[in-house]
């Protein structure tokens, strides 16, 4: 109700009213845990007295200030009815500048995997058209997702069939990491060639030497490290081995690397750590 109403007609503004307690129904008693006590006049004295009446069992006021209280939740209400109503305006020509690119955004953030960086992107681009609409800036919006759509098509359009059986596979380590499984915690990487990636267990020989490696250098103890912490130091390298991989069902530039053997990495990147 956004209109004002009159709740007396016809009545003085120095009237006085009084009227039933709604919260203990004039009983002055209210049925909950309470720690004051009152003297009400329809039981006497009680332990758990009406806060709302304070245990009178009825309200009395002026008319003219329940008109005031009127006045002021009809004002309350159209207040909030017009934001509302500005709201869904906001939104509709929001929808209709931005609909379509929105769609495409959504539709390519549902077919990414939570790891892939455009999930990250493009949740936080979306995520931002639900904030504060005074603090949103459309048009720098726009523009950060249009790149990052279009980052995303030329990685789309990059990606090439990832090697497939018994082969040698060169490529540059972009992720290392230790998988815990039934079997015991394995070290695997990422390597990443032309257009295609593929996973699989680091070379044992390699971590066995990179470990080694790492931990001979002046600074790294392991001691001091958290577990895998010496892995950063294989990103970015470049490795060679021979391998069997399997291309993955759902993306054809991926693949999965078994038995791995006659690995070379490449000398290690400064700044690595
Ligand atoms: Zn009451």
Not at 10 to 34: L, M, N, P, Q, W
Not at 219 to 240: F, M, S, Y
Request: aromatic content about 10%; some cysteine.
């Amino acid at each position: 109700m956004s209109e004002y109403v009159d709740p007396y007609p016809g009545r003085k503004g120095k009237e006085r009213i009084s009227e039933t307690c709604g919260k203990c129904h004039g009983t002055g008693v209210y049925d909950a845990s309470s720690n004051a006590s009152f003297h009400t006049k329809t039981v006497g004295f009680v332990t758990t007295g009406c806060f709302d009446c304070m245990g009178t069992g009825e309200h009395s006021f002026l008319v003219s200030s329940a008109r005031a209280k009127a006045r002021r939740h009809a004002r309350e209400a159209l207040e909030r009815q017009t934001r509302i109503e500005a709201a869904r305006e906001r939104e509709e020509q929001f929808r209709a500048k931005y609909g379509e690119l929105v769609d495409r955004a959504k539709a390519v953030l549902d077919g990414l995997s939570d790891g892939d960086p455009f999930h990250r992107k493009l949740s936080w681009n979306l995520d931002a058209i639900g904030g504060d609409p005074v603090e949103f800036d459309a048009a720098a919006w726009e523009t950060e997702l249009r790149e990052i759509l279009v980052a995303f098509d030329e990685r789309e359009a990059a990606k090439r069939p990832a090697p497939s059986g018994r082969l040698e596979i060169v490529g540059t380590i972009r992720s290392a990491k230790y998988v815990d499984s039934d079997f015991g915690s394995t070290l695997k990487m990422l390597v990443e060639g032309e257009g295609w990636k593929v996973w699989g267990s680091v070379p044992k020989s390699i971590a066995d030497s990179e470990y080694y490696a790492f931990y001979s250098a002046d600074g790294n103890d392991p001691a001091d490290d958290g577990i895998g912490v010496w892995t950063g130091a294989l990103i970015g390298r470049e490795i060679k081995f021979t391998a069997t991989v399997k291309p993955s069902d759902t993306d054809t530039s991926f693949g999965f690397f078994t038995r791995p053997t006659k690995a070379e990495i490449s000398e290690k990147v400064e700044e690595s750590r």
